[in-house]
């Protein structure tokens, strides 16, 4: 069935340095997606959402880029922090939020 | 405001045994959602509930599994029989309306079951 996948699975980043982590979707009828955190041990925590009518969303030190060409998916993380390693998954839907499919995750890992 | 409550949040249990995973909502969310996560992957959508409805179950295991959202009380994710497979974090997310463009699914903590 189609699925969302990440390009990278690992991700090492010096402390300061920005981070992209990036989300490939198959679902061309995909349009509404979810970037979550999820620390060791606790549940997933929502980071920034886009809608398809939309190629780019910024919050606080958090971007996330669609590129509804490519179906791909980014979400970049400035001067990185140690405190934003987790695993970071992507998640869409095209159900009016019925069913959320999830790509198996990018875990960052931020050194000092 | 609570969050999302699940319990409990580590569970050991037998092959043959049962479990129950119980999900509170957050106050004023009629929309509850269990993803299973096995370690290392992603979340994987097993069931939507509305209060004493099953909206979309499509992604629940024919047998043994089910799942109820009563009309009061948690949300209760019932695994019978368990199997070792069934080794996994369960979460539970909820939301207070069906079509969750405009907002976002708040995830519990999971429950961790262990199956000896």
């Known amino acids: 069935g189609e699925s969302v996948g990440l390009h990278l699975p690992t991700l090492s980043v010096q402390e300061g340095d920005n981070s992209i982590i990036n989300c490939a979707y198959s679902n061309s009828a995909s349009d509404y997606f979810i970037w979550y955190k999820q620390e060791s041990g606790k549940g997933p925590q929502f980071i920034i959402d886009?809608?398809?009518?939309?190629d780019k969303r910024q919050g606080q030190r958090v971007t996330v880029l669609l590129n509804k060409t490519v179906k791909h998916l980014s979400l970049q993380i400035a001067a990185t922090q140690p405190g934003d390693s987790a695993v970071y998954f992507c998640a869409e839907t095209s159900n009016y939020g019925q069913n959320f499919v999830f790509g198996p995750g990018t875990r960052l890992s931020v050194l000092p | 405001n609570a969050g999302v409550m699940q319990n409990p949040r580590h569970l050991v249990r037998r092959r043959g045994q049962e479990a129950r995973l119980r999900c509170s909502p957050m106050k004023g969310h009629s929309h509850v959602y269990w993803y299973r996560q096995l370690p290392e992957e992603g979340l994987k959508f097993m069931v939507y509930?509305?209060?004493?409805?099953?909206?979309?179950e499509s992604g629940m295991p024919k047998e043994r599994f089910s799942a109820e959202f009563p009309k009061e009380g948690p949300s209760i994710l019932r695994i019978q029989q368990v199997v070792r497979g069934d080794s996994a974090a369960y979460f539970c997310?909820?939301?207070?309306?069906?079509?969750?463009?405009?907002?976002?699914?708040?995830f519990g903590e999971g429950s961790r079951l262990t199956v000896l």
């Open positions: 997310a909820s939301s207070p309306r069906s079509g969750i463009k405009l907002g976002e699914l708040f």
């Open positions: 886009i809608r398809s009518n939309m």
């Open positions: 509930l509305q209060k004493e409805n099953i909206i979309d």
